[in-house]
């Protein structure tokens, strides 16, 4: 399955009256071209918006197989056509494939403030910038995203607050959050650490089973606070890539 992804933002049209980001998939299956904002999108998909401003392009082949469950599994992804990004890797691809469905999903839900656009617009400059760990990119995202749609999570990891409690957002000492989605131990630390909002963090120590732990809770915790659901193929990729 080849799938394009176009990323860019939309400060103003006089004639769609659109203002919004653009974060879009597209599928040869399904014959849609062009790029369109979401505000502006139509049936036919192919709305150009004479105030877009492209941050990037990616395109990509899928190739999915099948687990024994019937669940996809990615087998194989290669570069289908160069585009702005030539000699991306196949991993950051696969990674911008996943913040597009990411954010368009947020944008099919809200219509974000100027705020929103501007945090969107220099974190995507940063995506296609070279980054030390594309996977590290991505889970520093998340916590930053989450902060910057107002569910920052509050405190910070301490000796004495070794726990995360998903559903109030905030570090906790033992026995103050209850249910699976108090996360203990050393993901907490993880998640102190991602805190800090480098995204050219060192987590050489943490494994790609650890990665893919942390990464399932942040997008459990921007479900919970935000609504936020992403589609099991994109899960699924994710996974295959992280551990």
Not at 58 to 85: C, F, I, N, S, T
Request: charged letters at 25%.
């Amino acid at each position: 399955m080849a799938v394009e992804v176009v990323s860019g933002i939309v400060l103003g049209s006089r004639e769609y009256g659109e203002r919004g980001m653009v974060v879009q998939l597209y599928t040869r299956e399904l014959g849609r071209v062009g790029v369109m904002s979401y505000a502006g999108r139509g049936n036919d998909g192919a709305k150009l918006s004479p105030f877009l401003r492209v941050l990037s392009t990616v395109r990509v082949a899928l190739r999915l197989g099948r687990h024994a469950e019937g669940m996809p599994k990615l087998v194989d992804v290669e570069e289908w056509e160069r585009g702005a990004q030539r000699g991306w890797s196949c991993e950051k691809m696969v990674v911008g494939c996943f913040i597009g469905e990411l954010i368009q999903r947020l944008l099919e839900e809200r219509v974000p403030n100027e705020d929103f656009y501007l945090f969107l617009l220099e974190r995507l400059g940063l995506f296609a910038a070279e980054t030390q760990d594309e996977v590290v990119f991505l889970m520093v995202f998340l916590l930053d995203l989450a902060k910057s749609l107002g569910y920052a999570p509050q405190g910070e990891y301490t000796v004495s607050n070794r726990y995360f409690d998903v559903a109030h957002g905030a570090f906790c000492g033992r026995g103050e959050g209850e249910g699976a989605d108090v996360i203990a131990g050393a993901d907490a630390a993880v998640w102190g650490r991602l805190l800090d909002g480098h995204y050219l963090a060192d987590l050489h120590d943490v494994d790609g089973s650890q990665r893919c732990r942390v990464l399932y809770q942040e997008l459990r915790y921007l479900e919970v606070h935000s609504g936020l659901r992403l589609s099991l193929r994109s899960l699924e990729v994710l996974k295959e890539l992280v551990g």
